[in-house]
């Protein structure tokens, strides 16, 4: 028997239903069937189901004579389940790569629980993509089992049946069925969740669930909202017939009014004429589970009174909604005014000498080439006071003594006012009026490869939400801008013409690159948990502007460190850092997360120190980041995965072929990025001439004294001794090799 059985109600799918289908059949995993049932579908989805399973004999088909709706559907598909847990899938929706791989593992390490709860996303029609809010209680739940008496917060995630799998004999053994009606996933979930002896937690998103604009429960409006009193109806009834089950009623009570409040706020579900009547349904429900001795929760106060009472205190709440939005709007601009106003008063106090700003990546904290400067400082021109720029909730990482302004706060402003030197890699604020005197230092983020500045006018998707000239506007302000090499200079030029003076001192940050030691890495190994001994493969992509979010899933993890334990042996690690960009969103959750909770990878998104990493790695797998530039400098093997090369250039635009001009092997396919690893040609003689090349064009300027050269020249006025590769052929755009796609 299988593993898994997927059961698939299908209706008036049509558009959507080969995309689900191709989602599960194309699992890695494949220890599956499908039970896909046709719910009398009358736009030809039927059809499709049948040459699915021509095609594939795990596919089965049912066609029912009636419609009957999702709930009965699925019961027509469960006894034909045969695999040891079941899942049910709507038809519009996906399964995320690696799904059923994630799954049954958790499956296993539970020892088959009688309910996995797994996390999923909601792909919205506009294009975002949503993370469900409360998917951090996955993670509390532990990595035993347990049940709802032990974890009650589990109620408290979504109550739909497609974020979890069951055991097969478990549903059996208590007859769970889905009734009739629209909201058949409520009477489904609570009896299953309070029956379960033993619940486990995945934090995996395993489920893309589409929100379509029309088409669903949640997009139509009419009377069956009506069905969410019925169903809970039948879960109270579920309780009166569980012996020592009643303490769960004041919770149901509370979640019940939780639920049918939340439908009555939406604005195009229950029509306007029956709002008052769904309204005294609720309350009615409400005051009939309600013992005289339980309190009134406070989000359910609003039950306690009338329609006519509930409607004002709607129009009050939306009131203060607009008023909040319209009194944001107006509390930002009027903060752009004050800090401009600012900026020019405090033009009339003195200027400082001795004060430096410094800020790195939007003010995140004392990172990159800003930090490397202000250690420089702090030996070489300890008179000059450094003082860093960073957000508030980022306070709380800083080291110890460092000193700081929150932005926009009026010290900061008198700082601004009062520095000679700002120290950064991204844009000042906008209300900074640059004061005759004061230098600014733009380091940038690394060696450029995709398009920046200027021509992202040319990428309208790459440049979404980037106001362009206000960016150069803020660069005119600009004294000198740092570069590694000749590459870089030639394209700061072009993509911000602005008047700045380049200065060929090398990056900063990748002084310590430079002038690493065979056991420079060793502490951040230890931090890590990497054994000794190991070899660490630093993988390193870069988030792509041709998906809304930026997260491409261009590798499958869990295939890859199984891959790699084959050709390396067990003594690798294999540190996966994604792009700070993606740190907060849904990419973790897609299996990086829970493949490092069980140990098979090392998530190192959150170390903010990314030179670390690349001191404690062996080698670099990356795709189009400009980390491949720095790491060069260490003189190890680097892996180009460069399988949607094309696609990357037509929507961001590339400065020049990586596939062409490589720092080592390129792959484009995961068969070639696997089998480089397996035949060793990841370290072998082509890879260490291409590096070579590669470290003589791009690490030019890199001899480990960029931040000494950086404060000797522009903070102490010194005649210090720039970095001056030998001459070379006059510089062009064919000569530095700058191609432009």
């Known amino acids: 028997m299988p593993r898994f059985s997927v059961i698939v109600p299908v209706f008036e799918v049509r558009g959507f239903l080969r995309e689900c289908l191709d989602s599960v059949l194309r699992q890695s995993y494949r220890d599956l069937e499908v039970i896909a049932v046709n719910d009398c579908s009358p736009d030809g989805s039927g059809e499709i189901l049948d040459v699915y399973a021509a095609r594939d004999p795990r596919v089965r088909v049912l066609h029912l004579p009636a419609n009957v709706g999702p709930g009965r559907a699925r019961n027509a598909g469960l006894p034909y389940a045969t695999g040891d847990f079941v899942l049910f899938l709507d038809s519009d929706d996906t399964l995320t790569p690696g799904a059923l791989r994630a799954l049954a593992d958790r499956l296993d390490e539970a020892g088959d629980p009688d309910v996995l709860v ?43 049946v497609w974020n979890k799998a069951y055991r097969r004999e478990f549903v059996e053994a208590h007859g769970f069925r889905f009734p009739p009606g629209h909201y058949e996933d409520t009477p489904w979930t609570f009896p ?28 139509t409006t009419s009377r069956r909202h009506f069905d969410v009193h019925d169903q809970y109806e039948r879960v109270f009834g579920f309780l009166d017939s569980r012996p ?51 309190p009134v929760a406070p989000e359910c106060r609003l039950l306690e009174g009338g329609w006519a009472a509930y409607r004002a205190r709607r129009q009050v709440t939306r009131a203060r909604t607009a008023l909040g939005v319209h009194g944001e709007r107006l509390r930002a601009a009027g903060a752009e005014l004050v800090g401009r106003g600012w900026s020019l008063a405090h033009e009339r106090l003195p200027q400082d000498p001795d004060l430096a700003l410094y800020s790195a990546f939007s003010h995140r904290g004392v990172l990159g ?3 490397a400067v202000y250690q420089a400082a702090r030996e070489l021109a300890p008179h000059i006071r450094g003082v860093w720029v960073v957000r508030p909730e980022r306070v709380a990482a800083l080291p110890p003594g460092v000193e700081y302004v929150t932005p926009g706060s009026p010290e900061y402003l008198r700082m601004a ?22 230098v600014h230092l733009h380091t940038h983020q690394g060696t450029p490869l995709k398009f920046m500045g200027a021509d992202l006018l040319h990428k309208p998707g790459a440049r979404l939400g980037v106001d362009v000239p206000d960016m150069l506007r803020r660069a005119d302000r600009w004294d000198h801008s740092l570069v590694a090499n000749r590459h870089s200079e030639l394209v700061w030029s072009r993509a911000y013409p602005c008047g700045f003076t380049s200065l060929r001192t090398g990056s900063p940050r990748n002084d310590v690159l430079v002038n690493a030691g065979p056991d420079s890495g060793t502490p951040v190994r230890e931090r890590l948990g990497i054994p000794a001994g190991h070899t660490v493969v630093l993988y390193a992509p870069t988030p792509r502007d041709y998906r809304r979010g930026g997260h491409v899933e261009r590798i499958d993890l869990a295939r ?72 060069a400098n260490l003189d190890r093997p680097i892996v180009v995965h460069a399988d949607d090369r094309d696609a990357f250039a037509a929507s961001r635009g590339v400065y020049l072929d990586i596939t062409a001009d490589p720092p080592g092997h390129v792959s484009r396919s995961y068969r070639e990025l696997a089998w480089l690893f397996d035949s060793g040609q990841w370290r072998d003689s082509e890879s260490a001439r291409l590096r070579a090349g590669f470290r ?28 001056v590769p030998a001459p070379r052929p006059a510089e062009s755009l064919t000569s530095t090799g700058l191609v432009l796609s």
Not at 140 to 150: K, L, P
Not at 192 to 219: E, K, N, T
Not at 259 to 285: K, M, N, Q, W, Y
Not at 417 to 436: C, E, I, M, Q, S
């Open 192 to 219: 299953v969740l309070f029956g379960a002896g033993r619940i486990a937690a995945l934090d995996r998103i395993c489920v893309a669930h589409r929100q379509r604009r029309r088409g669903d429960i949640l997009s």
């Open 560 to 631: 890859f460190a199984a891959d790699l334990r084959r050709s390396m042996g067990e003594a690798h690690t294999l540190v996966v850092r994604l792009h700070p960009s993606l740190a907060d969103g849904p990419a973790r959750g897609l299996g990086l997360a829970e493949l490092h909770r069980r140990g098979v990878v090392v998530d190192a998104t959150d170390e903010p120190h990314v030179e670390e990493l690349m001191l404690a790695s062996d080698v670099l797998v990356t795709d189009y980041s400009a980390l491949m530039f720095d790491y």
């Open 244 to 294: 020592g089950a009643s303490g769960w009623r004041s919770y149901l009570r509370n979640r019940m009014a939780a639920h049918c409040l939340d439908i009555l706020a939406g604005p195009d579900r229950v029509p306007s004429g029956d709002r008052a009547e769904f309204f005294r349904r609720t309350a009615e429900l409400y005051r009939k589970y309600r013992s005289d001795h339980d």
């Open 417 to 438: 006012a009062r520095a000679t030197y700002f120290v950064g890699n991204a844009d000042w604020p906008g209300t900074l009026t640059k004061r005759p005197g004061s």
């Open 696 to 723: 003589e064009r791009y690490c030019e300027f890199d001899d480990g004294r960029a931040a000494e050269r950086v404060v000797r020249t522009l903070m102490l006025g010194e005649r210090a001794v720039v970095a």
């Open 118 to 160: 797994f996390d999923h996303v909601r792909a919205c029609w506009w294009g975002e993509t949503r993370r469900d809010s409360l998917a951090h209680l996955l993670t509390t739940a532990g990595e035993g089992t347990f049940t709802v008496s032990e974890h009650p917060e589990i109620l408290e995630l979504p109550t739909v």
């Open 369 to 371: 080439d800003p930090a």
